[in-house]
């Protein structure tokens, strides 16, 4: 892994909202801390409402991580767009955030409980 990420199991149960809708609640998130940058929740899918999610035709590439793709959330306020990344083939030092996701904290509300 790259000196400078580490990844651990958060602390505390996590929930995710959308505006009013419950995306999920999970006490198997993973946080990942990268540099200087404030640490990021990747939540497991399994525990996501995936029926809300539509994958978006964005991606971008991280040198550390790999190819990330997105996904847009369908709330009652409308499409959350780009809202959601995924490493979903991430490289080998960070293969534990594979089938995980992480949230922009300007388009939801994330709660630890």
């Given at each position: 892994?790259?000196d ?5 199991p958060?602390?505390t ?10 995306l999920?609640?999970?006490r198997?998130a993973?946080?990942l ?9 990747y ?10 999610l539509?994958k978006?035709?964005?991606s ?12 847009s959330?369908?709330s009652?306020a409308?499409?959350l ?5 995924s490493?979903e083939?991430p490289?080998?030092?960070v ?6 996701l ?12």
């Open positions: 892994m790259a400078h990420i580490t990844i651990s958060a602390s149960a996590v929930t995710i909202r959308a505006g009013q809708i419950d999920g609640t999970t198997a993973l946080e801390r990268e540099g200087s940058y404030p640490p990021v929740l939540i497991p899918r399994a525990d996501i409402d995936m029926s809300r539509e978006a035709a964005r971008t590439t991280c040198p550390w991580k790999g190819k990330a793709s997105y996904y959330i369908r009652e409308g499409l767009e780009n809202a959601v990344w490493y083939e490289l080998e030092a293969a534990g955030i594979a089938g995980h992480a949230f922009y904290p300007d388009k939801i509300t994330l709660t630890r409980q």
